[in-house]
């Protein structure tokens, strides 16, 4: 069971199927997925598929609002050969998205660093790695936010929406550069 992490306005958790409704209800927005590189979700069997499949993996959590006790969006941490990079086993690839309505409200930057305090203090990883595709500047500031550094930039690499090839900026932390800045 993966340890649950909390933050001053958050909780994180894994993902139960009775998530499915608050997945749905920010999963289907079309300014949510597609900038990301996965599919709108078109009903609530759509979101919890996901649910069962994809956020079962170790180390992804809902990102829950204190305030409501429900989801708003999502952070998941890859360690080594589970990654999208296929890292090494002390380095890990950080993902995220948020709903919406929680938009500009430093919600996901906040989620991260925790995961990056977690990632470092608790799991000993020596590096992590953000990607984002070109144009999702709201990833690429939660990325700055947070202290990552652009590395390089990667061209035509598939996404989750099938036939779709997209750029991405590769971002990287390591834990002397955590350090110094936490």
């Known amino acids: 069971m993966d340890k649950i992490l909390e933050t001053k306005r958050l909780i994180l958790r894994p993902w139960k199927e009775e998530d499915a409704e608050d997945l749905f209800k920010y999963a289907s927005h079309p300014d949510v997925g597609p900038i990301a590189g996965w599919p709108v979700h078109k009903s ?4 919890l598929f996901v649910i069962q499949n994809v956020f079962n993996k170790p180390y992804t959590y809902a990102v829950v609002l204190k305030e409501t006790n429900c989801p708003a969006g999502s952070i998941g941490l890859m360690i080594g050969q589970d990654s999208n990079i296929k890292l090494p086993d002390n380095e890990g690839e950080i993902g995220y998205w948020i709903g919406v309505p929680y938009w500009g409200q ?12 977690f990632a470092f203090e608790e799991l000993k990883l020596q590096k992590l790695w953000c990607g984002y595709f070109v144009g999702n500047d709201k990833s690429k500031r939660v990325a700055e936010k947070c202290g990552f550094k652009y590395v390089e930039t990667k061209r035509d690499v598939p996404c989750a929406i099938q036939g779709l090839l997209r750029d991405e900026h590769i971002t990287s932390l390591s834990y002397a550069e955590w350090s110094a800045i936490k």
């Open 44 to 47: 609530v069997e759509d979101s």
């Open 106 to 117: 430093g919600l996901i930057p906040e989620a991260t660093k925790e995961l990056i305090r």
